[in-house]
């Protein structure tokens, strides 16, 4: 159940239809989960999710694209070359620490598949993956996350509306203590007569118990088992919008998804990599071209619409986190331990 079905509403601007980041045009999201026990009292509590920007063939057609690091006890690939050139070329994938060698390999098989000339006629290609820790109910040691789950989240990938809480990359995350996870919201903003959307998608394994602000969301009360021994953790916020943007201007709205994790009691803690990777669907960059010059088209920083952006970047990743936990269910994993939802 979403958050906002428990009578808690976030922020002032309203949510897409779907109140998913599947609500910016073309964007598609796919889970694998794997919750199954291995040999000796081990556990796969884990999985793998893609966010796939558009439907077609993301090396051919790159996003505009930026990343903001709020604080880097995190283990990425590909956001150095993010920054660098301002594009994305491959499906965002999400998953937990030490999944990230085996989502990169499956994710670059399925793209050199897709793109028979990746280092062959033309160069090679920047994958994006993002990870938390699930090693409290994960046996991550044992390496559940195989290459062929990334491939299978990315052939699975749909525009519906996509699961939260303890899929994908969430099933064994953990955060202010309960069962966190994938958590989705989206924004509508309106301007004259345009109309556009920015959504978020988060995988919150963050904060200690103690750090929830229960006072401040009406309706949702302290009284179930959470853990209260570690606040460190992480946090991956994925931001999509099909306002046409630069990248320096998509890395300005990044940042705002900090004032939507902090609304929540977060304080970018010391051991926590909160990191946001953004991208806009409104231009799409061809990788072939014989052209000298580029002509791309991106909104007028000094108008109200940026504004509206990073309000919406804000309460679209609060909404998001909320929805994380609101949308998990009770897990057990690795030890027998239990996490419980915060809910349910």
Do not use: W
Not at 44 to 73: M, Q, R
Not at 154 to 178: H, N, P, R, W
Not at 299 to 323: S, V, Y
């Amino acid at each position: 159940m979403k958050i906002r079905n428990r009578g808690i509403t976030i922020g002032t601007l309203l949510p897409g239809k779907k109140n998913c980041i599947t609500d910016v045009q073309g964007v598609k999201v796919g889970h694998v989960t794997l919750d199954y026990p291995l040999d000796e009292g081990e556990y796969a509590c884990t999985g793998v999710t893609a966010i796939l920007p558009h439907g077609d063939n993301l090396f051919k057609e790159k996003v505009i694209a930026a990343s903001y690091v709020l604080n880097g006890f995190g283990k990425t690939t590909g956001l150095v070359q993010v920054n660098e050139l301002g594009v994305l070329e491959s499906p965002i994938m999400l998953t937990n620490t030490f999944g990230v060698s085996a989502v990169t390999q499956g994710t670059l098989e399925y793209m050199l598949q897709e793109n028979l000339e990746i280092g062959d006629t033309t160069g090679t290609i920047n994958i994006v993956v993002g990870e938390c820790n699930d090693g409290q109910l994960n046996s991550i040691r044992e390496f559940p996350v195989k290459p062929n789950h990334a491939i299978e989240a990315i052939q699975t990938a749909t525009a519906d509306i996509s699961l939260e809480g303890a899929v994908g990359a969430g099933k064994g995350m953990v955060c202010f203590g309960y069962k966190g996870g994938i958590g989705s919201s989206s924004r509508v903003i309106e301007e004259g007569n345009q109309k556009y959307t920015i959504g978020c998608m988060v995988l919150s394994n963050f904060g200690g118990k103690i750090e929830f602000p229960f006072e401040k969301y009406r309706g949702i009360k302290d009284v179930r088992k959470g853990i209260d021994e570690t606040s460190d953790g992480s946090i991956i916020m994925v931001l999509a919008t099909d306002v046409p943007l630069s990248d320096r201007q998509l890395l300005r709205v990044a940042k705002r998804c900090g004032i939507g994790l902090g609304r929540t009691g977060s304080h970018f803690s010391h051991g926590s990599g909160d990191i946001v990777i953004a991208f806009s669907t409104a231009t799409k960059i061809p990788h072939n071209s014989e052209a000298i010059l580029q002509t791309t088209t991106h909104i007028r920083e000094d108008h109200p619409l940026m504004n509206q952006l990073f309000a919406g970047a804000a309460e679209a990743t609060e909404e998001a986190i909320l929805n994380s936990l609101s949308q998990a269910v009770t897990t057990k994993g690795r030890n027998g331990l239990v996490v419980e939802s915060m809910f349910s």
